[in-house]
Structures are given as structure tokens and as C-alpha cells.
């Protein structure tokens, strides 16, 4: 290499003017763009791939001085060192320190404007909030590699192939945005194409979902039971997900100023819900003494968590709930036992009642033009009767005579 080093004259950098590369041997190269501006690059071959580095304008540096800046780069590869790498992980070390979950802030904020409503919103928060941020969002965006990547979509891929596939599609998104802040440097580790399509198999190839496993509802009372017993915020919320028949993320996320404990309401915002609707759930008396058990003392603002996470301000996750549960058994299928429990009892609910109380859409647009109200107070003795079960008391049966002594 020596032999073809030194190939340019040290006035070919003010006389070459015609645009393209003028090789001055060693992997050193003078540039001269179509605008007529002028710099040094250097170019070498690493693992059968071909790099370039920019080392600066021609009037920020001689040719002598691009010259050294050359030998040293010479010296990296010599060494076994890739200068790319060194260069972009140089410019990493020396970038703001960004977290995954605040890019995620970020990212929907500049662009839930683009969105078409606030569901879209709404999915995007919660797919976060449920399978992302618990495992890499206090991580540096700079810091995320295939493998944190795969320890948020493995779990999922086969369970929830649709689910896993959108969310590895966001967190894509969201690196890409990082990148382009310049907070971090290289390939995208959530890259489908020519990346995870090596490690995991296409979601349309995945075992179709199956419904989520729910517990029996006769033994609903026994695990209630138990879960009583349990210390912690994560028995807590799975406890009151369970009497209200609220949906996990709804559950999790709900905060004081959705919640009148005079009224013996919580009022899930529409933001939250699944249907964008807002949903009234009249709570029993076992729901309310499990909130005023949570309840801090003093002020508490209207968006201060019920069921806050280990970390301030975070979200209990998914995940929390689901370690409390005994295997086959997953947290919203609590909503099917509710719903084959509703179907089966003595009351004989009528089925507009019990799909109100799982806030799910009647029928066909017919049907829902009629349903004008909530049924708040038929659903109201539902949820008490509900919360009897899950306290292992049995009902009143209807029509029973009592004989009283004269």
C-alpha cells in the first residue's frame, strides 16, 4: 500500500475542479461535488463490505493533515478496530442521554396530530405501556440491541402474533425517530426485513391465536381468597380488575380522578377505553373498600394512579398481574368467567345487562339505537351480586318462605 500512497500534488487540491473522487493512495480520497465544494474522505473494506468516512472539508484541513487523520484510521484497522464503530460510538457516548420511554413521549407527541382519532392514540399508549416500557423503557435509546428487542416480542410472538407484530413495528418506528435525532448511531435492531426475519417466524405462519384461558368461575371464590392474602399493589388492582370486570389496561391505568367513592362510581374515561366511549362501573362494596384501602392520605391529584408501578408515575404492568395467577389461567379471561358466571346465575341477567357491565357494543346499529341509557342501576346489583360470588356468599334465593314462631 505504501507504494501507491502520495499520489496527489499538493496543489491538486485548489486546482482540481471538475466533480468526482481523486484518489490519493491508502484509502484516502479528495471529493469534489457538483456545487464545487471540496473534502477528504476515507474508504476501506471491512468483512467484505466497502466504508467511507468523511474526514472534513479541504479548507478545514490541508492535505498533509488529511493525510495523518488517514494514517491513523490505517492504524485502527491494523489493530483489528473497525473506525466506523469507533466514530459512532464516539458520537453516542458524547449524545444526550435519552431513555427509550422518553422518545416514546416524544414521538407521540409530535405526531398524534397525523393521527386519524384518539383511539389510534389510545393503542399506540397502551401497547407501550403494556409490553414495552416495563422492559426497556428506562433503557438509553442509545443501549437497544436485537436482544432487548426479542425480550419484548418473544413472549408474545406465538400468544398474540398480531399483537407482537404491531408492536415490533413501533418500536421500530421509535428507533428510527431516535436516529434521526442523532441519539443513536447504526442499524435498526427491530428491523423486520433481512434482521428478525432470521430469528422468528412470519406472523402469518403463527399458530392461530387462541382465546384467552379464563379460570372457572365456581373457582373464582377460592383464588379471591388467596389473592386477599397477598401483599403488594399487583393483588390489589387484579382484585379489583376481577370485581369490576374491567378490562387490564383500564384496571392498571385507572387514577383518582376517575373514581367518586360518595357516588360509588369509576368513570373510565373514553381516551382509556377500548371503544372510545366512555364507561360508568358501579362499584360494589368490596371495590370500595379495596380503593379506600388504596387511597393516600392529603390531596391527591386527578391523575395520580390507583395502582401506580414499582417506578414513580409508571403504570403497574401486565406482566405484575399475570405472575399472581396459577398456569393456563391469563388476566382477561377474568372477564369470560365474569360473563359465563352472568349467564349461569340464579338472577338470570338479561344479556344487554351483562355485555353493558363488560362495556362491549350490542348488536347491530338497530339495537344500539335503542339501548340509550346504561342500565347503571340493573348493572349496579350485578356487580353486588358478582362480589358475593368472589366472597364465597352464596346468593339469596328468590321466593324462599321463612316460617316465624308465634
Not at 426479542?150 to 428507533?175: D, F, N
Not at 393516600?296 to 386527578?302: D, I, K
Request: glycine share 10%; with cysteine; proline share 5%.
Amino acid at each position: 500500500m505504501a507504494r501507491q500512497m502520495g499520489k496527489l500534488a499538493s496543489n491538486a487540491v485548489s486546482k482540481t475542479t471538475e466533480p468526482g473522487r481523486y484518489a490519493d493512495g491508502g484509502g484516502l480520497y479528495l471529493v469534489v461535488s457538483h456545487g464545487g465544494a471540496k473534502g477528504w474522505a476515507f474508504r476501506y473494506m471491512r468483512a467484505g463490505k466497502a466504508h467511507e468516512l468523511g474526514l472534513g472539508a479541504t479548507h478545514a484541513f490541508t492535505l498533509a493533515e488529511a493525510r495523518e487523520r488517514a494514517r491513523k484510521l490505517r492504524q485502527q484497522l491494523a489493530d483489528g478496530m473497525d473506525p466506523l464503530a469507533q466514530r459512532q460510538a464516539a458520537k453516542a457516548a458524547a449524545a444526550p442521554q435519552v431513555t427509550f420511554a422518553q422518545v416514546a413521549e416524544m414521538y407521540i407527541a409530535a405526531h398524534a396530530g397525523t393521527w386519524k382519532n384518539a383511539a389510534h392514540r389510545r393503542q399506540w399508549s397502551q401497547t407501550l405501556d403494556d409490553y414495552v416500557l416495563p422492559v426497556i423503557g428506562g433503557k438509553g435509546v442509545a443501549e437497544i440491541d436485537t436482544g432487548a428487542v426479542t425480550r419484548v416480542i418473544e413472549p408474545l410472538w406465538q400468544a398474540k402474533p398480531e399483537t407482537a407484530s404491531r408492536t415490533r413495528g413501533r418500536i421500530e418506528m421509535l428507533l428510527d425517530y431516535a436516529s434521526a435525532r442523532g441519539w443513536r448511531q447504526g442499524d435498526n435492531p427491530a428491523r423486520w426485513r433481512g434482521h428478525l426475519e432470521n430469528l422468528l417466524p412470519a406472523p402469518h405462519k403463527v399458530a392461530p391465536v387462541q382465546h384467552h384461558a379464563a379460570m372457572r368461575w365456581q373457582d373464582v371464590p377460592a383464588f379471591m381468597a388467596g389473592l386477599r392474602t397477598r401483599q403488594g399493589t399487583a393483588a390489589k388492582a387484579l382484585a379489583f380488575l376481577i370485581l369490576t370486570a374491567a378490562r387490564s389496561a383500564e384496571a392498571r391505568g385507572a387514577t383518582w380522578g376517575e373514581v367518586d367513592l360518595g357516588a360509588e362510581v369509576w368513570t373510565v374515561r373514553a381516551s382509556r377505553m377500548k371503544g372510545a366511549q366512555e364507561h360508568r362501573v358501579p362499584l360494589s362494596g368490596p371495590a370500595l373498600a379495596l380503593l379506600r384501602d388504596m387511597r393516600p392520605e392529603g390531596v391527591v391529584g386527578e391523575d395520580a394512579l390507583v395502582f401506580p408501578g414499582a417506578k414513580r408515575g409508571n403504570v403497574l404492568s401486565d406482566v405484575a398481574l399475570a405472575k399472581l395467577l396459577p398456569p393456563g389461567v391469563t388476566v382477561h379471561g377474568f372477564r369470560s368467567s365474569f360473563r359465563t358466571w352472568a349467564g349461569e346465575a340464579e338472577a338470570g341477567y338479561a344479556r344487554e345487562v351483562v355485555e353493558m357491565a363488560l362495556a362491549h357494543k350490542l348488536g347491530d346499529a338497530v339495537e344500539q339505537a335503542y339501548a340509550r341509557g346504561d342500565l347503571f342501576q340493573r348493572r349496579k346489583r350485578l356487580m353486588a351480586e358478582w362480589a358475593n360470588t368472589c366472597a364465597g356468599v352464596a346468593p339469596a334465593v328468590a321466593g324462599e318462605v321463612v316460617p316465624l314462631r308465634a
